[in-house]
């Protein structure tokens, strides 16, 4: 069934358009790391993926795929419905034509969803087409599918793909091995373990975590809890325990670096050393 307004199902709390929440902007104060497409193997590989997302496309019987935008074009089709606020998205956009109603083309798509995905959500504007919104298996990746009604009285299908992806790492954030031990500190509790096997494991988990993706995006509960993790000589690392989970993390001769995943590295780490109890 479908509902009036946005039901898009947001990844890691990405804001589409018109969306109103408190936010920050992920990385802005810390090293940069790459983040443009054309440089960054990553962003090559998510272009390719929203090209091969266009072709998953099912239209409805008789329908003619355009080889370029339409003209004229429906006003409510210059854009998408709604986008994430990610700043490394690729996208890309196919367009088909049908004597099928707007209304009759979501109704296909109820029974004959593009290829490989899953219904996430529909929607319309007060003043916009209703459209159709699915996910696939890749990460943070989807497509929007809008019909309308166009001026000589066939319907336009605008279809949008996009795929956010998360910027390669640099290789001097990378923590060296061969630390003789790690401490874990938050507030007035501490706990630190010489384990070889342990400092390699939080080195391991150190050296795992992403980059944030650029942008904007809603970082609820926070109340300032902030973990260190310290491997002397080596690394140390500003954990948000709350939040987004942001990491800081400095490794000597580098600027510090800002990551995601904080809560879980934490999740990991703390049984490591002991650490156990509320922060």
């Known amino acids: 069934m479908r509902s009036l307004g946005t039901m898009r199902r947001t990844a890691q709390g990405w804001l589409g358009t018109g969306l109103a929440a408190a936010v920050v902007v992920a990385g802005a104060a810390f090293g940069a790391h790459a983040a443009s ?37 429906p006003p409510d089709l210059n ?11 690729a996208t890309s956009t196919a367009w088909y034509s049908t004597s099928a109603t707007p209304a ?40 929007i599918v809008t019909p309308e009604t166009g001026a000589h009285g066939r319907t336009v299908i605008r279809l949008d793909a996009e ?23 938050t507030g007035s509790r501490s706990a630190t373990s010489t384990d070889p096997a342990k400092v390699q494991r939080v080195t391991q988990l150190l050296n795992a975590l992403t980059p944030p993706i650029g942008g904007f995006h809603s970082c609820p509960m926070d109340d300032g809890t902030h973990v260190l993790i310290t491997l002397p000589g080596h690394a140390q690392a ?8 942001t990491v800081v993390l400095t490794v000597p001769g580098s600027p510090p670096r800002l990551f995601d995943g904080g809560r879980e590295l934490l999740a990991e780490v703390d049984p490591l050393v002991g650490l156990t109890g509320q922060r």
């Open 238 to 245: 500003d954990v948000r325990a709350t939040g987004c989970g």
């Open 163 to 185: 795929v956010i992806w998360t910027p390669s790492r640099n290789p001097d954030s990378f923590v060296p091995g061969g630390a003789a031990s790690v401490t874990v500190s």
């Open 79 to 89: 854009g998408p419905p709604e986008r994430t606020a990610a700043s490394t998205r």
């Open 104 to 143: 009759e083309v979501l109704s296909w798509l109820d029974t004959h969803p593009p290829t490989g995905s899953t219904p996430a959500g529909s929607g319309a504007a007060s003043t916009g087409p209703a459209f159709e919104i699915f996910q696939y298996s890749t990460p943070h990746s989807s497509l």
């Open 37 to 73: 497409a054309q440089a960054d193997p990553q962003g090559t590989a998510a272009q390719d993926e929203a090209d091969r997302i266009l072709t998953t496309f099912v239209p409805p019987p008789g329908s003619t795929k355009a080889a370029s935008r339409p003209d004229p074009l």
